[in-house]
C-alpha cells in the first residue's frame, strides 16, 4: 500500500447530482479514506491490523454512482487517523498538542480522554501513535487542509436543499466490527441519537426496508451516532439525520481487509435500500401535502 498524502490526491469527492434531477438526499461518508501523511503511513506499514481496523474500509464504494440516482454524496480519502471528519472542531485534548492557544474552546469529550478526539492520538489497540506531541501548526494544516472543506460544503449543501425543497434527510455511512466485547452485532446499527436526530417514522422505515433484504438490525445501541449526525440534524427544520453503521463481515475479510465474494451483491442491496427508503419517504411527504 502506497497511500501517501500528495498534491494529487483529492482530499474529498463531492459528487453532486445534475441539477434537474438533484433530490434532497445527502449521503456522507467521512471514515472510508486510506491515504495517509509520511510518518503515519510508516507507522501503519509497521502494525497494519491496528491501523486499517480503524477506517471504514470500502465504505466509499457504497455510494459511488449513487449522484445518478439523484443523491448528493460526500465521501472523504483522506483516512481518520489524520484528522476524524466525525468529531466536534474542539474535540482536542491540549496536553497533546505543542503551543495550543490558552485561549481555544476544547471539548474533552469521553472520546477525546480515550484517545480518538478531532486528532487520534491512540491505534485500535490502544497504543500511542505519536512518541512525542503534536505541533499546533500541524494540527491547523489538518484542520484547515481537510475538515473545514468537508464541513463547509457540506453545510452549504444542506442549506441549499433546506430552501430548495424545504427539507433535507442526511444519511452518514460507516462500518464496524463483527462484534464488541465478545457480543456479536446486528448487520446494521441505525443511530438517530434516539429520535432526536431524525423522527421515529424515518428510522422505522429505513429499519424495514434494510430488513426486507433479510438482513438484522438494531437501533442506538451500540451506535446512536457521531458528530455529523447530532450536529446538522434539526427536526424543527426538517433537516433529519441517520447513522448507519455496517458489520464488516457482509462485505470484507476483516482479519485481512479485502473483499469478500459477496462485496458486489452487498453493494448493490445497499444502492437499493437507500434508493427504496428515499421514494417511501417522498411517499411519505406527498400524502402529508395531499392531506393539507
Given at each position: 500500500?502506497n497511500?501517501?498524502?500528495?498534491?494529487?490526491?483529492?482530499?474529498?469527492?463531492?459528487?453532486r447530482?445534475k441539477?434537474?434531477?438533484?433530490?434532497?438526499f445527502?449521503?456522507?461518508?467521512?471514515?472510508?479514506?486510506v491515504?495517509?501523511?509520511?510518518?503515519?503511513?510508516?507507522k501503519?506499514?509497521?502494525?497494519?491490523?491496528?491501523?486499517?481496523?480503524m477506517?471504514?474500509?470500502y465504505?466509499?464504494s457504497?455510494?459511488?454512482?449513487l449522484?445518478?440516482?439523484?443523491?448528493t454524496v460526500?465521501?472523504?480519502?483522506?483516512?481518520?487517523?489524520?484528522?476524524?471528519?466525525?468529531?466536534e472542531?474542539?474535540?482536542?485534548?491540549?496536553?497533546?498538542?505543542?503551543g495550543?492557544?490558552a485561549?481555544?474552546?476544547?471539548?474533552l469529550?469521553?472520546?477525546?480522554?480515550?484517545?480518538?478526539?478531532l486528532?487520534?492520538?491512540?491505534?485500535?489497540?490502544?497504543r500511542?501513535?505519536y512518541?512525542?506531541?503534536?505541533?499546533?501548526?500541524?494540527v491547523?494544516q489538518?484542520?484547515?487542509?481537510?475538515?473545514?472543506?468537508?464541513h463547509?460544503?457540506?453545510?452549504?449543501?444542506?442549506?441549499?436543499?433546506t430552501?430548495?425543497?424545504g427539507?433535507?434527510?442526511?444519511?452518514?455511512?460507516?462500518?464496524?466490527?463483527?462484534?464488541?466485547?465478545?457480543?456479536e452485532?446486528?448487520d446494521?446499527v441505525?443511530?438517530?441519537?434516539?429520535d432526536?436526530a431524525?423522527?421515529?417514522?424515518?428510522k422505522?422505515?429505513?429499519?424495514?426496508?434494510i430488513?426486507s433484504?433479510?438482513?438484522s438490525v438494531?437501533?442506538?445501541?451500540?451506535?446512536?451516532g457521531g458528530?455529523?449526525?447530532?450536529?446538522?440534524?434539526?427536526?424543527?427544520?426538517?433537516?433529519?439525520?441517520i447513522q448507519?453503521?455496517i458489520?464488516?463481515?457482509?462485505?470484507?475479510?476483516?482479519?485481512?481487509?479485502?473483499?469478500n465474494?459477496?462485496?458486489?451483491?452487498?453493494?448493490?442491496?445497499?444502492k437499493?435500500?437507500?434508493?427504496?427508503f428515499?421514494?417511501?419517504l417522498?411517499s411519505?411527504?406527498?400524502r402529508?401535502?395531499?392531506?393539507?
Amino acid at each position: 500500500m502506497n497511500n501517501l498524502i500528495n498534491d494529487k490526491v483529492n482530499f474529498f469527492s463531492y459528487l453532486r447530482p445534475k441539477k434537474n434531477s438533484s433530490k434532497p438526499f445527502i449521503i456522507t461518508s467521512p471514515h472510508s479514506g486510506v491515504f495517509l501523511n509520511k510518518d503515519l503511513l510508516n507507522k501503519r506499514n509497521k502494525n497494519i491490523y491496528d491501523y486499517d481496523s480503524m477506517q471504514d474500509m470500502y465504505v466509499n464504494s457504497f455510494s459511488e454512482g449513487l449522484e445518478k440516482l439523484g443523491f448528493t454524496v460526500f465521501q472523504s480519502h483522506i483516512s481518520r487517523i489524520v484528522i476524524d471528519l466525525n468529531r466536534e472542531i474542539t474535540e482536542i485534548d491540549p496536553k497533546t498538542i505543542v503551543g495550543f492557544p490558552a485561549n481555544n474552546m476544547i471539548n474533552l469529550s469521553d472520546k477525546v480522554k480515550s484517545g480518538i478526539g478531532l486528532i487520534p492520538m491512540k491505534n485500535s489497540s490502544g497504543r500511542n501513535i505519536y512518541t512525542t506531541k503534536l505541533d499546533w501548526q500541524e494540527v491547523l494544516q489538518r484542520i484547515d487542509n481537510y475538515y473545514l472543506p468537508w464541513h463547509n460544503n457540506l453545510r452549504l449543501e444542506i442549506d441549499d436543499f433546506t430552501k430548495r425543497y424545504g427539507r433535507v434527510f442526511v444519511i452518514d455511512m460507516h462500518s464496524m466490527p463483527s462484534e464488541t466485547n465478545s457480543n456479536e452485532l446486528a448487520d446494521f446499527v441505525i443511530g438517530n441519537n434516539f429520535d432526536r436526530a431524525s423522527d421515529n417514522h424515518s428510522k422505522k422505515l429505513l429499519s424495514n426496508t434494510i430488513k426486507s433484504y433479510g438482513y438484522s438490525v438494531a437501533h442506538n445501541n451500540p451506535y446512536s451516532g457521531g458528530f455529523i449526525t447530532r450536529n446538522y440534524s434539526s427536526l424543527k427544520n426538517n433537516i433529519q439525520c441517520i447513522q448507519i453503521e455496517i458489520k464488516k463481515s457482509l462485505y470484507m475479510d476483516e482479519n485481512n481487509f479485502v473483499k469478500n465474494k459477496n462485496f458486489e451483491k452487498f453493494k448493490l442491496d445497499i444502492k437499493n435500500i437507500l434508493n427504496e427508503f428515499y421514494f417511501k419517504l417522498e411517499s411519505r411527504v406527498d400524502r402529508k401535502v395531499a392531506a393539507e
